[in-house]
């Protein structure tokens, strides 16, 4: 039996377990066999405070992991099977069963990809799912956004601050963006279109150098040159093991309460896997001290 069990060892997760175990609460996560979320795939963070020159993605998880043991946390590399919400201790299944008074899911989300080798191989290197992580390590370069939704149109907009040229991909020949976001992209003189194709294959070997395209109308071939991929078409929440059993949107996001509260009294979100708005490593970090502190305050009372 424990006091908390948290569910993911992102940013969010991570955090919630120095908070928690901190505060003297018995505190498990299940971390998952691949454990770190998505910085465990960044390169270099130059966004996250504390880091005057930057830090890879993979060292900082390290990092707020050993801080999470070192305050008393317990982690174990499992693969959460199942959950029951439904009464209470709470249960969580792994390789054998848990229990505990508080949960707290941190389970993230995960963006979509093209599914391409080029692309996996270039991940840090140029292939980037987020223009706010990135942007600055493309000053004055050119390149390529892929997708049409509201996503990939502000990732664009944001773009042009820093890059010199932005190259839109859409397989369609009209945006699914917002008007508002859809009337500032065309009369960008920076960003510009390339409509009915998608990209087949990155190019480059060490870092992106260009995109090979497939006009989905003609079929016909090209290659663009660019020095980087911003990959802007959607991302999917961590929440399959908690369907039917707590409340969600029409994506899948769980949906949050007063700050972290689910529907479920005794059970907190925090980080990506509710938020789709900001998908932030520090604001997945500050949600996770903010579930930590409710759930604590929480057990105080039951």
Not at 11 to 28: D, F, N
Not at 134 to 159: M, Q, S
Not at 169 to 181: E, G, M, Q, T
Not at 240 to 251: A, C, G, P
């Amino acid at each position: 039996m424990y006091d908390v069990i948290i569910l993911g060892s992102g940013p969010a997760g991570l955090t919630s377990a120095i908070y928690t175990s901190r505060a003297g609460l018995k505190t498990l996560v299940v971390a998952g066999p691949m454990w770190g979320g998505q910085l465990m795939l960044t390169r270099e963070v130059e966004n996250f405070p504390g880091f005057e020159n930057g830090i890879l993605g993979p060292e900082l998880m390290t990092t707020i992991k050993k801080q999470a043991e070192r305050c008393g946390a317990e982690i174990i590399y499992e693969q959460a099977t199942a959950v029951d919400l439904k009464s209470k201790p709470f249960k969580i299944t792994t390789e054998k069963v848990y229990k505990a008074k508080a949960i707290i899911i941190a389970t993230g989300a995960l963006a979509k990809w093209l599914g391409l080798e080029s692309e996996t191989r270039l991940r840090g290197k140029g292939v980037s799912v987020c223009a706010t992580c990135d942007a600055p390590f493309f000053r004055n370069k050119n390149v390529v956004v892929v997708g049409g939704g509201d996503t990939a149109i502000e990732e664009a907009l944001f773009l042009t601050n820093v890059v010199n040229d932005v190259k839109i991909i859409h397989r369609r020949d009209k945006l699914r963006a917002n008007k508002w976001l859809q009337d500032n992209a065309f009369k960008n003189p920076k960003i510009s279109f390339v409509w009915n194709s998608t990209v087949t294959e990155v190019l480059g070997e060490k870092k992106v150098e260009g995109v090979k395209l497939q006009n989905l109308k003609s079929g016909e071939e090209s290659t663009l040159p660019c020095d980087a991929v911003f990959l802007a078409i959607g991302f999917k929440p961590n929440t399959e093991i908690f369907k039917n059993q707590i409340e969600m949107d029409e994506t899948g996001y769980i949906i949050v309460h007063d700050e972290t509260r689910t529907n479920i009294e005794g059970v907190f979100v925090a980080g990506d896997v509710a938020d789709y708005r900001y998908r932030q490593a520090i604001a997945a970090a500050g949600s996770g001290c903010k579930a930590a502190l409710d759930a604590e305050k929480y057990l105080l009372k039951n």
